[in-house]
Nanobody
Framework: VQLQASGGGLVQAGGSLRLSCADS????????MGWFRQAPGKEREFVSA????????YYAGSVKGRFTISREVAMNTVYLQMHNLKPEDTAVYYC???????????????????WGQGTQVTVSS
C-alpha cells in the first residue's frame, strides 16, 4: 500500500474542495480507508472512514453533513468531498488504510497500518 493524497489548497469559507488518495501499490482494495487531519498545535483527529466495499461510512461529528467520503475500488482511489468549509477545517489532511474496522466507531490513529503524506487545506474567513 502506497498512499498519495492530493487536492488540498486555499479556499474561502463556504467553499468546496475534493481530496483524493490514490494507492499506487494497488493493494488496498480490501482495506478500510479513512481521512484524518491535524491542525497546528493539535493532535491528529479522525475525519471519516469507508469500508472496503464502500457500503459503510462514518464521519466525525464536526464534518457530518458537509463532507462525503467515497471510493473507486477499481481505481484504488478514495475521495473526500468537502463542502461549506470553515476556517476550523484548516489542517493537513492525511489518508489512511487499516485492515479492520467495526463500522461504527472512529478509526484510531494508533491502529492505522498505512499513512499517506498529507495535503494542506487552508480555509480563509
Amino acid at each position: 500500500v502506497q498512499l498519495q493524497a492530493s487536492g488540498g489548497g486555499l479556499v474561502q469559507a463556504g467553499g468546496s474542495l475534493r481530496l483524493s488518495c490514490a494507492d499506487s501499490g494497488r493493494t488496498s482494495r480490501t482495506y478500510v480507508m479513512g481521512w484524518f487531519r491535524q491542525a497546528p498545535g493539535k493532535e491528529r483527529e479522525f475525519v471519516s472512514a469507508i469500508s472496503w466495499s464502500g457500503a459503510s461510512t462514518y464521519y466525525a461529528g464536526s464534518v457530518k453533513g458537509r463532507f462525503t467520503i467515497s471510493r473507486e475500488v477499481a481505481m484504488n482511489t478514495v475521495y473526500l468531498q468537502m463542502h461549506n468549509l470553515k476556517p476550523e477545517d484548516t489542517a493537513v489532511y492525511y489518508c489512511a488504510a487499516e485492515t479492520s474496522w467495526d463500522l461504527k466507531t472512529p478509526l484510531r490513529s494508533a491502529e492505522i497500518d498505512y499513512w499517506g503524506q498529507g495535503t494542506q487545506v487552508t480555509v480563509s474567513s
